[in-house]
């Protein structure tokens, strides 16, 4: 995914990272937000533990 750290993917997932949301953009950017969320709660989990 060599676009998925783009400033807008980045602000998109920050403003609206609801899951429910996902099917409001394209298939590409799907995959860019399911896997920005991964990472975020990956890194979340690290952080609280």
Known sequence: MKNLWTKR????YLRYPEESLDKNYS???QKYRKELRRQDE??????VC
């Open 9 to 12: 993917n980045i602000l998109d």
């Open 27 to 29: 298939p590409i950017r």
């Open 42 to 47: 990956e890194t979340k989990k690290r952080v």
